[in-house]
Every structure is written in structure tokens, then in C-alpha cells.
């Protein structure tokens, strides 16, 4: 620990910076192709079954084209965030065609759906290439060749007559309409469909909730065109939405199908039409509209959903094709069902929710000080004690609301384990190494965030591994090792940490080598004494690290920097013990998730600064006299034992402290390490979410991150294990 | 508020294909030949970055000071929760430091990653569209690098701030 | 103390109108509403006394809103500001058709904006 802090510091700024850049391309390149691949698993399942359609002559399932345009724009997305543009462009023209499609613009039967076929093949053939810069001009072509054909399949027909000003439809609607919305209406009305206005009122308070329900039921017929907001009968307090609709039913079915009380169906008719306006009223008096309304057919009431072919007067043949696909549609609904009981949330959300419920915290803190207050005043100390135990009450409450949202947060490492996985057995095909792979604990859960930070560092482990420290099937016979090697990775929980081991049984690390390099790098001198644990931590040192041949001849080394560096920010530690000819074990210790941790509040001057309650042992007030000094450093008794004082103020370079006078020494303790931290003021205690800094410095010596106080900003956090550390580091120095 | 969900993110048909028909209706053909910019002025002169860095333009809030930082790093800020290093494009690009305005504003950027970045400028002018014609290299080295670009807009010159370079750690 | 509404999905272009308004002489509130439905769940909360919104939103669309603002009682007084990429002349005409005072195409001259602003409130406030 001493030594890595020491020898680091002056490389590990610039070496990293650029390692970082380049493998957070590599990075966002994996994310990507795990990503992408699942979407196009999805889409070539159901390209599968479009087919089937397609070739048996069914009627298209609009909701399966839906579906597969969904997975194009999501692939569109994920391609526009991660810049690749060839993707992203190809990605939409494939939605032109889906689009097209389901607007019936596109016959089924068109060529241009061949296409989708041939774009999923091209997208996989581009996912397993990405990283191969050479054949990126032949992908550019590729892309280029397919979107050419795809555009001269996806031929937009020469617009119509304008249909719309036939239209009985008020003319403030047809005014609150955008281009893009007339043109979905023309569309429509080439095809046929019937427009209906669909009208409901809503409590303003809760009128999204509604409207979705209702825009869900037109979807499963037909299209909303426009939705138009209106002032309801109450104004202030409702809203009424005009929905207009294109679908194939007719209003009387569609009054039917939606069967929610008080929403208002009625025709709107075209100038060839008849003059009158047809309406149905799908009235709240009789609670079951749908029975009242499906009158003229019992029969088709009793069955599934009102066909929509019917109302559109249709021959038989068309009905029964269409009421064989209905069946499978409701099949599928209710699949659906059966699995919604689990969400896949955006780990931002959860972020948000987090950060939801640290101001909580921050503001529950708040009301704590105001009962304080409060009970020093007699006549409102009973007021202040109800507060005090009401506040208590909050703080349980609190309490189990974070725990649930970091439940939540909580993934088991099965899916690192399994990538991990798949790059071995990867590596293995590439290399003649009879690797094997043993995995234990992959149900121990944590954060979702911290597993994501741990895949790199945990991959780099495991190439290591299989890279450098296993020997060839040659060296393993000579040194009377089974031929096959095996890396063990296990996890397991340790208190409110997650152990997370990486164990080969490879030649291991000389420690002479790397003492050696060292030295020839000028990053230790001959002079120094390390221990063995000491010599072993040298591979932590970026100098060190970015020389390849100490990885060919000890196993270790490649960014390993990197790894720590990874492993600090996440709060974590990184540790390596190695036998040399029978193997390394990288040991990743990190906590389980990233929670509310109490602080104390701690002032230099004008400063203030948090320190992690776990690592202080007691604070200490200090008159000037009793501050030894020994040499070039500050030291106290503390019950016989001299304790190493340390300076905030000269740590961070701060002025406009109290030199002499009180002082107060916060005792802080990392393993068998003791300092004390010498601050003007104490402020208390508080509870903290601990965050990370962004922006271009990445590391900031002796800072592990910033936390929100209500009432003073943002306050920063004390790394203290860099306090320590740099302190012990100056005590050997010395 | 403005950090409430949206259709938009719920991802149903219909706004996913207006956004889509959108983009192909009037986007596509113009996007390669027009680049959006977001402009400022630091003292009266026009500079402005490309508008997909900006991921939004806050008021001054109380920055707290980080020890050892580099100079031009004027500290710390809470953002809706995330916290955020401040930059001051000023003294990054040479210019002397001068105290904050009603008209100052932090300019929130993307930088890679998912890091974010704030940067202080004296105000915030608007939304540039401006055809690549328009652009033309700085020409002059200047000793930040941070200025590549020149565009001219209203026969002013607008300098083009390359964000990259701005946030990039140099040993200072 | 004049309470605007600011309607815009675009977070960039939202935070822009924001700056931009912030500077006006008189003292502001600004509500940021991120999609047509957000604004509509605005409204209620607060007496506006300028509205701006874009066209093209997720929901409902700009003139839809405007639509809305004009044909209830409660809002029809409020100045409509429409600022929006859609610069064709039959939008504008639809939107200053439908109740809109005025009609901004991006990219907008934030001191053009400040002053239609500035004199739409002061109509505002000497017409009560």
C-alpha cells in the first residue's frame, strides 16, 4: 500500500488518461455488440414469423410489425449513441420499410421485405467486425449498396388530391394539426379507413393515466392521428381530449371495443358520405357498453373482440382470415402478462431514486436540527419532542425505502461470469491453451453499478491470466503439472463486501523479476528494503506496468494500475498473492453497494470537508502544548503511544488556518495504520451519499468524491486512505 | 420538472414513427450540410461549440473550491444532484479571469464517457445553424490550441471552441 | 414577479429559452415543461403570464396546445410565443390562426425573444 501511493504519482497521470481512451472505445464497442445482438435475436425471431405470415397469406399481425420496428429504432438509438453512423442510417431505412408497411404503402408481398431479411444478416456480419478497422470502408459500401435498394424498393406514391377539406371535422382541429400529422391522415383515408372522433374528459390531476388507457385501446384498432386538448365542463379542474381516429371499424364498433365509460365515439364523415353525423354515446348509465352496443350480433358479442372486418363490409373469406389472426393476438396479450411481473428499469432511474432518497435524507436531517431547536424553547418543547419521535418514525421509514431502492440495484454476477466465459472460450480457440474455466458464488448480488464498473477490471484480471501467467501445455508437463489449466473465479460476500477471487494455477510471479524491472526503471532503489508483500505490490505501479516483458516472464503486470485505479473509485481494493509455480490469486474486495454512509463534518478555515465516520477512531481537542514535534513531523501522545499528527491545511494547501491555539485531531485508522488529522472545527455529524466528481481531473489526490449538504453545498470527501497512506509513506521516508 | 419522462421515452408507435418520419422528412438531406452550434461571448467576442456537447445551460450556483486543482479548474457545483467540475473557459483559453455577471452561465458539456463537464462563460448568445461552407480553419496556432475553427455569421467572426481540447488534462 | 412557462423537449433548446428569459428586467419564475402533457399538468399549478412552446413535441403538439390555451377561459389571455424549426409559412400562419402572438423560427435571436417577451408582458399587465 505504501509503496504503490509513493511511486505512482508522477506517471499515473498522463499513462492512464490515454489507456482509458482507447479501451472505453473497446469498451463501448462490447456494449454495443451485446446490445445490438440481443435486438437482433429479437428480430429474427420475428422475421421468422412474418414470413409465415407472409408465405400462408394472412393478413400482416400490425402489432409484429410494430415490434420489429421498435427493434430497428431501438437499434437506430443505440447505434446513434455509440456513433456509428453506417448502423444508425441502415437501421432507419429498415424502419422506411416497417413504416411503410404498416401504413400498407408497402404491399407484404414487396420485395422491400426481402430487405429486412438482408439487413439483419448484414448487421450481424458488421457486429462481428467491428473492431477491425480494415474492413470498415467495405462496410460503409456494404451499407450504401443496401440502403440503394432499400430506397428504390420504399418508392413514396405521388400524393393525392387534397381528401381533407372534405372532411366534417371542426376546423380548429384541423388547424391544430402539423404536416406531419395531415400526412398521416391522407394516408389513412387512401387506405380506406374510417375516422372517428373519439372524445372523453379527464380530471386534470390524473388525465394521463386515462388517456393512455384510452390511446392503448384505439392502438389495438387503429391509429390515433391526432390527440387535441380541450377545456372540460369544469375547466379548472378538467380536461377533454379529442382523439382523432383512423381504423377499420366503423364508430358504433369502435364505441364498442373501447368500452370506456364516457368516452364519446362519433363518425367523422368525408363530403362523398352521407351529410349526417352518425354518434354513439358509449354512455357510463350502463356500465357494460360493449354488450349494449355489439346488439345487432349476440354471438359476435360473446366472442372475442368485435371483428373489424365485419364493420368494414368485407366478403366471409376476409373475415375468416382475419378472425384466425385474432385468436393468436390474444394469446399473445396474455403471455405478455404473464411475464410483466418483472420491469427492466434504466439504471438511471434508480440513480434519480437514489438521489430522491439522499435529499430525503438531507432534509430529514434538517427537521432533526429544527427539533433541536425547538426543545430549548419551554413553551414548544412539547411540540418538539412529538417532532423528534415523528422524525424518528420518517427515519425508519427512510431507512427501509433506501434499503428497497437498493435491493432493487442489486444483480446477481451470473452475466459477468458468463462474458467472461465467452471471452475464454474465445481466447482458447485463439491460443493453444487447454484452459478451463471454474466458476463459483455467480448468485452473490451487488449494485448494478458497481458490477458494471467491475467487468473491465475483472476481464483484464482474467486475460492476464490466461495470457501470461498460465503456461504452455509444454512447460506445464516439464514442471509436472497436468497439461490443462484451470482459473477459478469465485465470488463470495464478507460482511458488507463482496470478495471477489481470481485464481490460476500458473507459474506465478517471481518477485526477484519484478524487483529487477523495478529497479531498472528507477521506480525503486537498490537501497530500499521492501518486504515481500511490498515488492509484490510493485506491479501496481503504472512504470511498471506498461513494459510488456515482465507480463511474458512473471504473469502480472499488463494494467494492473488500471485495475486499482478502477477498483479505488468504486471504494474497492485490489490485492495479490502469488506462489511462484503454483499460482497467483488476485483477491477484488468491494462493497456492496454504494450507500448512505455517516460523515463528520470537519472545518480548515473557510473549508469544509467530510471524513467517513467508519474510519475514525475519536476525536481529540488539542491545546497548542501538547503537539510535539520529532524532526520534520507533529506528533502526540495519545495514552503512551506517539500518534502522527498530520495538517489538513498543509495537505490541501489551504490557508487562512489557526495555527496555534486549540486544534482539533480527528484519529483516523485504515488496517494497523493510526494518524491524526489536525482541523479548526468539528461540525458534526451527518448523513452522506457519497458522489463522484465529473469532469477532465479525473483523480484528485486525497479526495474520494463530494456530498450535497442542505445547508452548506457541496462539501468534499476525505480519502483517507490517501491521508494515511501518504503519511506512513513520509514516516519510512524519514 | 424538466426532468420528468416524456411519450417519448415510453417509446410508443406513434411518436417513435413521427420522430422518425420527422428526421427523414426534412432532416436527413440538410444535416450533412448544416451544423448546429450553441453560441457565447466571453467579453463581447462570439465563440460557440456544437450543440450535441451541450447537455444543458444553468445559472451561476456557489462553486466549492477543490485544493490542488489546476487554476482554470474554479471548483466544484451540485447539479440536480450530480456533482460537477467547473471550468473557466477564460483563463483555459488565456483570457484574464474576471468576476461573474448576471449574464454568466455554466454551460453543462458532454465530455466522453458519461462524464460531464461544467464550463463558465460570460453569457449565452443562442442556436446557430450555419452550413459547412461558412467554417474555416483557424489557421493560427494559438498557445490553448482550443480555437480550430472560425465561422462567419452577420460578417462577424465566431471562433469555434473545440470542447475536447478544453477538457483535455495537460501536466500544468 | 412574471411566471413563464417554457414547452420544449429538447433539453438543450429548453435550457437556451430558459437562459435567455432569465435575463429579461423584470424579476422571473421559469417553469421548464418537457412535452405538451407536462404543460398541461403545468397549467393548473400556476398563473402564467407567458407561454412558449415548440412545435414538434412527443404528445401533443405545439398547436394543439395553443389550441387548448385559446379555447379555455382560463388561459386564453395568456401571450403565446410559438418557437419552432418548423419555419414553412403555412405553420406559421396556422399557428398565429389558431391564437399564437407571436412566432419565432429557430435558431431564434435570443434578444428578438427577449423583447417580444418584454412586450407581451408589459400588454399583460396594462390591460389589468
Redesign the interface.
Known amino acids: 500500500m505504501a509503496a504503490r501511493r509513493s511511486k505512482a504519482k508522477a506517471p499515473a ?2 499513462a492512464p ?1 490515454r489507456a482509458a ?1 482507447s479501451s ?1 472505445r473497446r469498451k463501448a464497442n462490447r456494449e454495443f455488440v451485446s446490445e445490438a445482438e440481443e435486438i437482433l435475436d429479437r428480430m429474427r425471431e420475428d422475421l421468422v414469423d412474418l414470413g409465415d405470415q407472409r408465405t400462408n397469406g394472412i393478413e400482416v399481425d400490425p402489432d409484429l410489425v ?1 415490434q420489429i ?2 427493434s430497428a ?1 431501438s437499434l437506430k438509438g443505440l447505434a446513434g449513441m455509440f456513433g456509428l453512423d453506417g448502423i444508425g442510417k441502415l437501421a ?1 431505412h429498415m ?2 420499410i416497417l ?1 411503410g408497411l ?1 401504413l400498407g404503402r408497402i404491399a407484404i408481398e414487396s420485395p422491400a421485405v426481402d430487405l429486412l431479411d438482408s439487413a439483419v444478416a448484414l448487421f450481424t456480419a458488421l457486429l462481428v467486425d467491428i473492431e477491425d478497422p480494415a474492413l470498415e470502408e467495405k462496410h460503409t459500401r456494404d451499407i450504401a449498396e443496401l440502403i440503394r435498394r432499400i430506397d428504390s424498393a420504399v418508392e413514396e406514391p405521388a400524393p393525392a388530391a387534397d381528401e381533407l377539406a372534405g372532411l366534417a371535422l371542426d376546423p ?2 384541423l ?7 395531415e ?1 398521416r391522415l391522407r394516408e389513412n383515408i387512401r387506405r380506406g379507413r374510417h375516422l372517428a372522433l373519439v372524445d372523453s374528459t379527464f380530471e ?2 390524473a ?2 393515466e386515462g388517456l393512455s388507457e384510452l ?1 392503448a385501446a384505439i ?1 389495438e384498432v387503429g ?2 392521428v ?6 372540460g365542463d369544469a ?3 378538467q ?1 377533454r381530449f379529442s382523439l382523432l381516429v383512423a381504423t377499420d371499424m366503423a364508430a358504433d364498433q369502435l364505441s364498442s371495443h373501447l368500452d370506456i365509460a364516457g368516452a364519446s365515439v362519433r363518425e367523422v364523415r368525408r363530403a362523398s358520405q352521407a351529410e349526417a353525423v352518425e354518434s354513439v354515446e358509449s354512455t357510463s348509465v350502463s356500465g357494460r357498453p360493449r354488450d349494449q352496443a355489439s346488439r345487432p350480433s349476440a354471438t359476435e358479442a360473446a366472442a372475442s373482440p368485435p371483428s373489424a372486418a365485419q364493420a368494414a363490409g368485407r366478403e366471409a373469406a376476409s373475415v375468416d382470415s382475419r378472425s384466425a389472426t385474432a385468436r393468436p393476438e390474444t394469446a399473445e396479450l396474455e403471455s405478455l402478462r404473464s411475464i410483466s411481473d418483472t420491469v427492466r428499469v434504466d439504471i438511471r432511474k434508480l ?2 431514486l437514489m ?1 430522491l432518497v ?2 430525503l435524507v438531507i432534509h430529514r436531517n434538517a427537521i432533526e436540527s429544527i427539533a433541536a431547536r425547538l426543545s430549548t424553547d419551554a413553551s414548544a418543547a412539547r411540540l418538539a419532542a412529538e417532532l423528534t419521535k415523528t422524525n424518528k418514525q420518517l427515519d425508519r421509514k427512510l431507512k427501509e425505502l433506501q434499503a428497497g431502492v437498493l435491493d432493487v440495484r442489486m444483480v446477481p454476477l451470473r452475466q459477468v461470469f458468463e462474458k467472461l466465459s465467452r471471452v475464454v472460450r474465445r481466447l482458447r480457440r485463439d491460443q493453444d491453451k487447454n484452459v478451463s474455466m471454474d466458476f463459483r458464488g455467480a448468485d452473490t448480488e451487488l449494485d448494478k453499478l458497481i458490477v458494471e464498473q467491475l467487468v473491465d477490471p475483472l476481464m483484464h484480471v482474467v486475460r492476464n491470466a490466461f495470457d501470461h501467467a498460465i503456461e504452455s501445455p509444454a512447460d506445464r508437463r516439464a514442471a509436472g503439472k497436468p497439461e490443462d489449466a484451470t482459473i477459478f473465479v469465485q465470488a463470495f460476500q464478507r460482511g458488507n463486501h463482496v470478495v471477489i477471487e481470481v485464481r490460476d494455477d500458473g507459474g506465478g510471479i517471481d518477485r526477484a523479476k519484478v524487483r529487477a524491472i523495478a529497479e531498472s526503471q528507477g521506480l525503486v532503489s537498490p537501497d530500499d528494503e521492501l518486504t515481500e508483500r511490498e515488492t509484490l505490490d510493485l506491479i501496481f505501479l503504472p512504470g511498471l506496468s506498461t513494459r510488456g516483458e515482465i507480463s511474458e516472464t512473471s504473469g502480472r503486470g499488463v494494467g494492473m494500475d488500471v485495475v486499482r485505479a478502477n477498483l479505488a473509485a468504486l471504494g474497492g481494493m485490489v490485492e495479490v498473492n502469488s506462489v511462484v509455480g503454483r499460482g497467483t490469486t488476485v483477491s477484488m474486495t468491494l462493497p456492496i453497494t454504494l450507500a448512505i454512509i455517516q460523515a463528520l463534518i470537519v472545518g480548515v478555515a473557510e ?1 469544509r470537508f467530510a471524513i467517513p465516520l467508519n474510519s475514525v477512531l475519536e476525536t481529540l481537542l488539542l491545546e497548542g502544548h501538547e503537539i510535539q514535534r520529532s524532526e520534520d513531523r507533529e506528533i502526540l501522545n495519545l495514552r503512551g503511544d506517539a500518534l502522527t499528527l498530520r495538517r489538513l491545511s498543509e ?4 490557508s487562512g488556518t489557526r495555527n496555534d491555539g486549540k486544534q482539533y485531531a480527528v484519529v483516523l485508522g485504515m488496517g494497523e495504520q493510526r494518524v491524526g488529522l489536525l482541523v479548526d472545527d468539528l461540525h458534526g455529524q451527518q448523513d452522506t451519499v457519497i ?8 483523480e ?4 474520494a ?2 456530498t ?1 449538504l442542505g445547508d452548506q ?4 470527501v476525505i480519502d483517507v486512505s490517501y491521508i494515511v497512506g501518504e503519511s506512513t509513506r513520509r514516516m519510512e521516508a524519514a | 420538472m424538466s426532468e420528468a419522462g416524456s411519450a417519448s421515452e415510453n417509446g410508443d408507435w406513434e411518436s417513435l414513427a413521427r420522430a422518425a418520419s420527422l428526421r427523414g422528412a426534412d432532416g436527413e438531406d440538410q444535416v450533412d450540410l448544416l451544423r448546429e452550434l450553441l453560441s457565447f461571448r466571453l467579453d463581447e467576442s462570439p465563440y460557440a461549440i456544437p450543440v450535441e456537447r451541450v447537455r444543458e445551460i444553468v445559472r451561476v450556483r456557489k462553486i466549492t473550491s477543490v485544493p490542488k486543482m489546476p487554476s482554470w479548474v474554479l471548483g466544484v457545483v451540485a447539479l440536480r444532484g450530480e456533482i460537477v467540475q467547473v471550468v473557466d473557459l477564460r483563463m483555459r483559453l488565456g483570457i484574464p479571469s474576471k468576476s461573474t455577471s448576471r449574464q454568466s452561465r455554466i454551460i453543462v458539456l458532454h465530455g466522453d464517457d458519461d462524464r460531464i463537464t461544467g464550463m463558465l462563460v460570460d453569457a449565452v448568445d443562442q442556436v446557430l445553424r450555419v452550413n459547412e461552407d461558412a467554417f474555416q480553419n483557424a489557421e493560427v496556432s494559438t498557445e490553448s490550441g482550443a480555437v480550430n475553427e472560425l465561422c462567419v455569421r452577420e460578417g462577424e467572426f465566431v471562433s469555434i471552441v473545440d470542447v475536447d481540447r478544453v477538457l483535455e488534462l495537460r501536466a500544468d | 414577479m412574471q411566471r413563464i412557462l417554457i414547452v420544449e423537449d429538447s433539453a438543450t433548446m429548453r435550457s437556451l429559452l430558459a437562459s435567455t428569459l432569465e435575463d429579461l428586467d423584470a424579476a422571473v419564475k421559469i417553469t421548464e415543461a418537457s412535452s405538451g402533457f407536462e404543460a398541461l399538468r403545468c397549467l393548473p399549478r400556476e398563473e402564467y403570464d407567458l407561454v412558449v412552446t415548440d412545435i414538434n413535441m412527443p404528445d401533443i403538439n405545439g398547436l394543439e396546445l395553443v389550441s387548448f390555451l385559446k379555447n379555455n377561459d382560463a388561459y386564453s389571455k395568456i401571450p403565446l410565443v410559438i418557437v419552432s424549426t418548423e419555419g414553412s409559412d403555412r405553420d406559421r400562419e396556422k399557428g398565429l390562426e389558431l391564437g399564437a402572438d407571436a412566432y419565432l423560427v429557430k435558431p431564434f435571436d435570443p434578444e428578438v425573444l427577449r423583447q417580444v417577451a418584454r412586450d407581451l408582458l408589459a400588454d399583460e399587465s396594462g390591460a389589468e
Request: glycine share 8%; charged share 35%.
Open positions: 497521470k498522463k488518461r481512451k472505453a410494430n420496428f421498435r429504432h432507419h424502419e422506411d413504416d404498416r380548429s382541429l388547424r391544430a394539426l402539423t404536416e406531419y400529422e400526412h386534470i390531476i388525465f394521463e390511446s392502438r391509429e390515433v391526432s390527440t387535441l386538448p380541450s377545456p375547466p379548472e379542474s380536461i440513480d434519480e438521489n439522499g435529499e473549508h495537505e490541501f494547501e489551504l458522489k463522484s466528481i465529473n469532469g477532465p481531473i479525473r484528485i489526490a486525497g479526495i468524491g463530494a450535497e453545498g457541496v462539501v468534499l
